[in-house]
């Protein structure tokens, strides 16, 4: 069962390179697996099966920790997955059997550990987006505490080396594992299909250049906040317009010009709230809503977006790249977003007209 995950799991990861903790993965299944066919010779070739047997269980181990760390996007620690095997050769597998059994379910629960804390802090970084995630987290910790019992109570219990493979305790021990290995593994495997589903309708709502929301998203963020309207709550539309973009492109090139668009990008996001939704909207043009906002946080916003651009940008095209910015106010429990868009679209023309590199209300 072990090999026939190891290869599902590769088959998968063969079409789909970008999940590369599923490399990861399949490498551990393929340790566990030859450790099973390892132990299969336990009292007929004892140094394949206790001392390559245990070491390919630990770096199985080793490698499933790799695994949530890469989906996790943590740094690759390569070399740490095969400590735990390694600490095994150096001379562990000599000592008395209470003792290697104790340390084997000890350096397992350290890598178990290790990969319950990634699987949760990514759940966590993604606001507990991936249930899955969540699940694998907790199979993982509850795997870890029992191996940490194991290793704290095999010194109390009566171990016969000589019938070690037929006793109670190995059948346990492996009827416990296998159910282990059979739901964390389609569980891996549905949690990295799971977050590339995530990922594509991510990049699906976001502009491939500057990294905000694209059109799509903001129509969306537009819909949610239709629905949570009330009649005490005010928001506000934000648009703005790179002003001389044309002429930047023509006389500094479009590579300058891309990176006039990704400095606003980076320069507006840093000064909206997290509740907030910017998005690209058009060649030059973005849009922010802000939800909630009275008319003093909007025009506020914009302002402190509009310096901030002149600052960032003034090392590009010579300072000519700076924004013009139209505000709106968006009230009512049933507001029209559709019409304060454009209320704010004719305020930001208005902007233009009078000079440029301004803000303007759409009630002035």
């Known amino acids: 069962?072990?090999?026939?995950?190891?290869?599902?799991?590769?088959?998968?990861?063969?079409?789909?390179?970008?999940?590369?903790?599923?490399?990861?993965?399949?490498?551990?299944?393929?340790?566990?697996?030859?450790?099973?066919?390892?132990?299969?010779?336990?009292?007929?070739?004892?140094?394949?099966?206790?001392?390559?047997?245990?070491?390919?269980?630990?770096?199985?181990?080793?490698?499933?920790?790799t695994g949530a760390a890469v989906f996790a996007d943590r740094p690759l620690r390569s070399r740490s997955a095969l400590l735990g095997?390694?600490?095994?050769?150096?001379?562990?597998?000599?000592?008395?059997?209470?003792l290697r059994t104790a340390a084997i379910a000890a350096i397992a629960a350290i890598y178990e550990i290790m990969t319950a804390y990634e699987l949760f802090s990514y759940?966590?970084?993604?606001?507990?987006?991936?249930?899955?995630?969540?699940?694998?987290?907790?199979?993982?910790?509850?795997?870890?505490?029992?191996?940490?019992?194991?290793?704290?109570?095999?010194?109390?219990?009566e171990i016969d080396a000589a019938h070690f493979t037929s006793s109670s305790f190995t059948k346990y021990?492996?009827?416990?594992?296998?159910?282990?290995?059979?739901?964390?593994?389609?569980?891996?495997?549905?949690?990295?299909?799971?977050r590339l589903a995530s990922r594509r309708e991510i990049a699906a709502m976001s502009d491939p250049l500057t990294g905000v929301a694209n059109r799509r998203a903001f129509d969306r963020a537009i819909e949610r906040a239709t629905k949570s309207a009330s009649a005490d709550q005010t928001s506000a539309v934000l648009v703005f317009d790179l002003d001389n973009f044309k002429d930047i492109n023509d006389r500094f090139g479009h590579a300058v010009g891309d990176h006039v668009l990704?400095?606003?990008?980076?320069?507006?996001t840093r000064n909206i709230r997290a509740s907030d939704t910017l998005a690209r909207i058009g060649g030059e043009e973005?849009?922010?809503l802000l939800y909630p906002a009275d008319q003093k946080i909007?025009?506020?916003?914009?302002?402190?977006?509009?310096?901030?651009?002149?600052?960032?940008?003034?090392?590009l095209a010579e300072g000519q790249a700076t924004v013009s910015v139209g505000?709106?106010?968006?009230?009512?429990?049933?507001?029209?977003?559709?019409?304060?868009?454009?209320?704010?679209?004719?305020?930001?023309?208005?902007?233009?007209?009078?000079?440029?590199?301004?803000?303007?209300f759409a009630g002035s």
């Open 1 to 65: 069962m072990l090999l026939l995950l190891c290869a599902f799991i590769y088959v998968i990861w063969r079409s789909d390179e970008e999940a590369r903790e599923l490399c990861w993965w399949a490498a551990a299944f393929l340790m566990a697996g030859s450790s099973a066919f390892c132990f299969a010779f336990r009292n007929q070739i004892e140094s394949l099966s206790i001392v390559l047997g245990n070491a390919l269980m630990l770096w199985s181990c080793g490698f499933l920790w």
């Open 85 to 98: 095997g390694l600490v095994w050769l150096s001379g562990l597998w000599t000592q008395d059997i209470h």
């Open 123 to 157: 759940n966590r970084d993604q606001n507990g987006r991936l249930v899955l995630a969540r699940v694998a987290a907790w199979a993982t910790a509850l795997q870890a505490g029992l191996d940490v019992i194991l290793s704290v109570s095999v010194p109390f219990l």
């Open 173 to 194: 021990r492996w009827l416990e594992l296998s159910c282990y290995t059979a739901v964390l593994g389609f569980t891996l495997i549905a949690l990295s299909k799971e």
């Open 262 to 268: 990704t400095v606003f990008g980076e320069t507006a």
């Open 286 to 288: 973005f849009a922010a």
């Open 298 to 315: 909007a025009l506020a916003v914009a302002e402190r977006i509009r310096l901030a651009f002149i600052e960032e940008a003034s090392f």
């Open 327 to 360: 505000v709106a106010l968006v009230e009512g429990r049933a507001p029209d977003y559709r019409e304060t868009t454009r209320a704010a679209d004719a305020a930001l023309y208005r902007a233009k007209a009078t000079g440029r590199n301004r803000v303007v």
